[in-house]
């Protein structure tokens, strides 16, 4: 199993730019998240989905967007990039139950000229 | 608000321990999670406590006092792999985690 694994691993965009991170599960969770994490701050939730054809905001939700059409793939789209935007972005699943441990991909950096 | 705190950074000596503390403030609570990232990977999974007392995992444990709002990470017979940053992570009313910003641990020989 590849666990949750996430494309591309870095990329560089100007200002303005749009990209869509693709972040993929073979666990059969019906979980899926996508966060960032800046220097000095905790990892900040973006969005979530807790099943397929679903998703909900979280904390940081301005400025992205996602979509999850199948149960494995979850994307994050930037519709238009700034350098605020600057960050490592990681996905995460996890299934419903008594101990609901996420399990993550090995991120995206991206930085925004 | 929700709140979790930890240290920045801490340095151990290698072979020695050491308790990562960790104080949480979260709207509800569905659990204490503290994971590892090495420097340039993705976090994984070390512990998780939802009641009260030490739960022992081989060199790691981890300890929950709910009224306290207060977890800890004991690392023992600290080796050089041990090198990372570890967070800490309650799980709120929505079951969402919310995260603390890591302590980056550094071990000596």
């Known amino acids: 199993n590849a666990g949750v694994t996430q494309t591309p691993k870095f990329r560089v965009l100007k200002t303005g730019q749009s990209m869509t991170l693709l972040c993929a599960q073979d666990?059969?969770?019906?979980?899926m998240y996508w966060y960032r994490q800046d220097p000095g701050m905790g990892l900040r939730l973006i969005h979530y989905?807790?099943?397929?054809?679903?998703?909900a905001k979280g904390e940081v939700p301005d400025g992205y967007n996602v979509s999850r059409l199948k149960k494995q793939n979850f994307l994050l789209g930037l519709e238009s990039a700034a350098p605020s935007q600057t960050s490592v972005y990681f996905c995460?699943?996890?299934?419903?139950?008594?101990?609901?441990?996420?399990?993550f991909g090995p991120g995206t950096r991206l930085l925004v000229l | 608000g929700q709140n979790i705190d930890q240290p920045t950074e801490m340095t151990a000596t290698e072979g020695a321990i050491v308790q990562i503390n960790c104080t949480y403030q979260?709207?509800?609570?569905?659990?204490l999670f503290w994971y590892q990232q090495h420097a340039g990977e993705a976090p994984t999974f070390l512990s998780y406590?939802?009641l009260d007392g030490l739960e022992e995992k081989g060199r790691f444990s981890s300890f929950l006092s709910r009224s306290k709002g207060y977890s800890y990470l004991l690392l023992k017979e600290l080796q050089m792999k041990d090198s990372a940053s570890y967070l800490c992570?309650?799980?709120?009313?929505?079951?969402?985690?919310?995260w603390g910003a890591g302590t980056k641990l550094i071990i000596k020989p």
């Open positions: 995460a699943s996890s299934s419903p139950g008594e101990v609901e441990t996420q399990y």
């Open positions: 666990m059969n969770h019906e979980y």
């Open positions: 989905s807790v099943g397929e054809g679903t998703t």
């Open positions: 979260t709207s509800g609570f569905n659990g």
């Open positions: 406590n939802v």
């Open positions: 992570a309650s799980m709120d009313s929505n079951y969402q985690l919310i």
